[in-house]
């Protein structure tokens, strides 16, 4: 996928469903958060 076709389609979520997802999904998830880069690298982030 193109970045630009990845940015134009980036939306901001207000309500979320309360469906479960799998742990599989959850590690993942989680493996990006920790690769993303992060302002002046404080590595400031913090997961619910």
Not at 1 to 25: N, Y
């Amino acid at each position: 996928m193109d970045l630009l076709e990845i940015i134009k389609g980036r939306r901001a979520v207000r309500r979320f469903q309360e469906k479960p997802i799998s742990m599989e999904d959850l590690r993942k998830i989680i493996e990006a958060a920790i690769w993303a880069p992060s302002g002046s690298n404080l590595q400031a982030w913090e997961l619910i």
